[in-house]
């Protein structure tokens, strides 16, 4: 293309200004993608909810209330009803005092490969998981996380409950995104007793039910919730999907905002990107008459003048979807998994930030010169001749 | 354009050009009709306002006529669109301006090359062709400078030499020596007078240089948008002689 020359030279005509225009607009873009890694994080943490089967049994009044672990037996014991496994939140902490990065629970070691057999994890690790008391089942995004491998020897505080406890991770959930912890509800049972406490764990706080048919889903979540009618803890049975997006329901609100933010600032880098642009056209009226003068049409001032803007954003822009990449890459290591967070945390650039962020580059380019290129193109000569001479 | 040595190259008639002001119409020419014959090197003269640079607009189709026609090598320039208006300028007429001649962030070269972008002439073609036009105006040596380090004068005869690049047959030239020094400006103006006697240009100049009566072959004045005819043409050229001779006696020899 024959005029990218005189393109790129009015780029570098003003290096200090494009320099900080081109940084505004990378900034924007890596601001707006950031932001947008949370939704989409959110987004393929519900696609990837694959199970049609799974339902979740907890207390009515909410999920910090627990229920009688003997309930669980009686679930189980319900028609089309193929595992049900008691889930218990330890609080763990790894290292840091106080803080816990990856979600670990208590589960029962012999019935959790049942109802997550879409985890894939290997049969033999399930049977050792069983075998060792003190045995730990670990997602690999933790796994990688702080280079844990199967065999390794692990000690988490629980910021639940009064106990430091020792693992050996004895298998691994095969899932580059998975940070859970499953631990052997007994060996949490008896260290409690240990401390005193006669009665020993003696509750669920979720128990996941598989159904032997996505068909019976339904029916097993009202005789479940018939079930515990009139007892001391009711409980609520809803599907995995509805559960996960109800837990991070509080994040739809905190979503909103951050697509608004992301609006705005995309707003804003366009009005820089615009006052950029009707600068260079204003300061270079002379020049862009003369051009007009001796044969540029309008067709073309126009599309150079919209190639100047469009170049600059798409450059800085593209320079912004790359720091994100790297950024987040950051962010992915100091977070990790974050409780309040949930997969919003995850900072996970997927193809659509990518693809949205080079859009929202282009666009702005375009935006932010479409005005001022027009007006430019459009003026007559002697008019621009006689104002500026 | 083929050009007759002598036949009019430029027919400009009855032409007027008025431009509105708010509530006010200002007449900037009024029915002026000329003749301007090919491969002559003529000058507009006339006090500032008088209207020189709106009848060269005219004639160099920057610029349309509120009424009358200018015709040039037969095209009547109020036949054609603003597109096609700014194509003839491309092909037709080199323009050179008083001021912001020059691309600044562009080498000489390439803004001599400017113009040659409009056509299809591959990049090799164009560089040797700007760089040719930058021979003629006696600047081979200062291909790769850039606008501001050239002085006034080689600023100028680099606009001359993109005018010249194209090799178009009408040159036109609003006040090409207004920002110059007495010797820059008498160089250019023979530069120009030499595109006339070695190339057989036309060459319309504005200008209200006394020195460019020595110049030129046909002066024309221009005041209050009315072109100056038998006795009053012959005034103001004697005035303006007599002034050439004063500021000539001044002048450092
Ligand atoms: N684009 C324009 N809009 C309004 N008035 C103009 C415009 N161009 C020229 N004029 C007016 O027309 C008159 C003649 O201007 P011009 O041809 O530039 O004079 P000269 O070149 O002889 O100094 C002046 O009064 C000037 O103010
Ligand atoms: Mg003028």
């Known amino acids: 293309m024959k005029y990218a020359g005189l393109v790129l030279a009015n780029l570098g005509r003003n290096k200090l200004r494009t320099a900080l225009t081109g940084g505004a607009i990378m900034l924007a873009v890596l601001l707006v993608c950031v932001l947008l890694t949370m939704p989409a994080g959110l987004d393929a943490f519900l696609n990837n909810i694959a199970s049609n089967t799974r339902i979740s049994v907890h207390n009515k009044a909410g999920l910090v209330y627990a229920m009688p672990y003997a309930f669980t037996r009686k679930v189980r014991?319900?028609?089309?009803?193929?595992?049900?496994?008691?889930?218990?939140?330890?609080?763990?902490?790894?290292e840091e005092a106080g803080r816990v990065t990856f979600p670990n629970f208590a589960v029962e070691a012999d019935q959790v490969g049942a109802v997550y057999p879409d985890y894939d994890v290997p049969a033999q690790q399930l049977a050792d998981f069983q075998r060792y008391r003190d045995g730990a089942i670990v997602g690999r995004a933790t796994m990688r996380r702080y280079g844990w491998k199967i065999g390794d020897r692990i000690t988490l505080r629980s910021t639940v409950w009064p106990v430091n406890l020792d693992f050996r991770i004895v298998g691994e959930i095969p899932n580059d995104r998975s940070p859970l912890l499953w631990m052997n509800r007994d060996y949490l049972d008896?260290?409690?007793?240990?401390?005193?406490?006669?009665?020993?764990?003696?509750?669920?706080?979720?128990?996941?039910?598989?159904?032997?048919?996505?068909?019976?889903?339904?029916?097993?979540?009202?005789?479940?919730d018939d079930l515990s009618r009139n007892s001391d803890s009711e409980t609520a049975s809803e599907t995995e999907k509805s559960?996960?997006?109800?837990?991070?329901?509080?994040?739809?609100?905190?979503?909103?905002?951050?697509?608004?933010?992301?609006?705005?600032?995309?707003?804003?880098?366009?009005?820089?990107?615009a006052n950029t642009a009707s600068m260079g056209v204003r300061e270079r009226a002379g020049e862009l008459a003369i051009l007009k003068a001796i044969g540029f049409g309008r067709r073309l001032l126009f599309a150079t003048l919209l190639a100047e803007a469009t170049v600059l954003s798409s450059v800085a822009g593209l320079a912004g979807v790359v720091s994100t990449i790297g950024i987040t890459k950051v962010l992915h290591v100091f977070a990790g998994w974050n409780a309040s967070l949930g997969p919003l945390g995850a900072f996970i650039v997927t193809s659509s930030v990518i693809v949205e962020g080079i859009f929202l580059s282009l666009f702005v380019g375009m935006l932010a010169g479409v005005v001022p290129a027009f007006g430019a193109a459009r003026k007559p000569v002697v008019a621009t001749l006689h104002e500026v001479f | 354009m083929d050009a007759t040595p002598g036949a009019p190259l430029i027919q400009i008639r009855d032409v007027s050009?008025?431009?509105?002001?708010?509530?006010?119409?200002?007449?900037?020419?009024?029915?002026?009709?000329?003749?301007?014959?090919?491969?002559?090197?003529?000058g507009f003269m006339g006090p500032s306002g008088s209207?020189?640079?709106?009848?060269?607009?005219?004639?160099?189709?920057?610029?349309?006529?509120s009424e009358g026609d200018v015709i040039v090598a037969g095209q009547r320039l109020n036949d054609l669109s603003e597109d096609e208006l700014a194509r003839w300028r491309a092909r037709h007429v080199g323009l050179i301006f008083q001021f912001f001649n020059l691309i600044p962030v562009l080498s000489a070269r390439d803004n001599v090359a400017l113009p040659l972008l409009l056509t299809k002439l591959d990049k090799a073609e164009r560089v040797r062709r700007a760089e040719t036009a930058l021979r003629v105006v006696g600047l081979e040596d200062r291909l790769d400078h850039y606008p501001r380090t050239l002085s006034g004068g080689e600023q100028q005869r680099v606009a001359i030499a993109r005018a010249i690049v194209t090799d178009p047959d009408l040159i036109v030239a609003d006040e090409p020596t207004g920002d110059l020094d007495a010797r820059n400006a008498?160089?250019?103006?023979?530069?120009?007078?030499?595109?006339?006697?070695?190339?057989?240009?036309?060459?319309?100049?504005?200008?209200?240089?006394?020195?460019?009566?020595?110049?030129?072959?046909?002066?024309?004045?221009?005041?209050?948008?009315?072109?100056?005819?038998?006795?009053e043409a012959a005034r103001a050229q004697e005035a303006i002689r007599v002034s050439a001779g004063a500021a000539g006696a001044r002048g450092p020899r």
């Open chain 2, 51 to 65: 209207g020189k640079s709106t009848l060269l607009n005219l004639v160099s189709g920057i610029d349309r006529p």
């Open chain 2, 186 to 231: 008498e160089a250019i103006l023979d530069l120009l007078r030499q595109l006339r006697q070695h190339f057989g240009k036309t060459v319309v100049m504005v200008t209200h240089d006394p020195r460019a009566l020595r110049f030129v072959d046909d002066a024309y004045h221009l005041d209050k948008g009315v072109l100056l005819e038998g006795e």
């Open chain 2, 17 to 42: 050009r008025r431009y509105v002001r708010g509530v006010d119409e200002v007449h900037a020419l009024e029915r002026v009709s000329l003749d301007i014959p090919a491969g002559h090197f003529v």
């Open chain 1, 77 to 94: 014991q319900i028609d089309g009803v193929a595992a049900a496994c008691a889930f218990v939140w330890f609080g763990g902490a790894f």
């Open chain 1, 190 to 224: 008896e260290a409690l007793k240990a401390q005193g406490r006669p009665a020993g764990l003696g509750i669920a706080g979720i128990v996941w039910v598989r159904a032997a048919d996505p068909e019976r889903v339904n029916a097993i979540m009202r005789t479940v």
């Open chain 1, 243 to 273: 559960f996960f997006s109800n837990f991070f329901g509080s994040l739809k609100g905190f979503i909103a905002i951050i697509l608004l933010v992301t609006g705005l600032v995309a707003l804003c880098i366009v009005f820089i990107a």
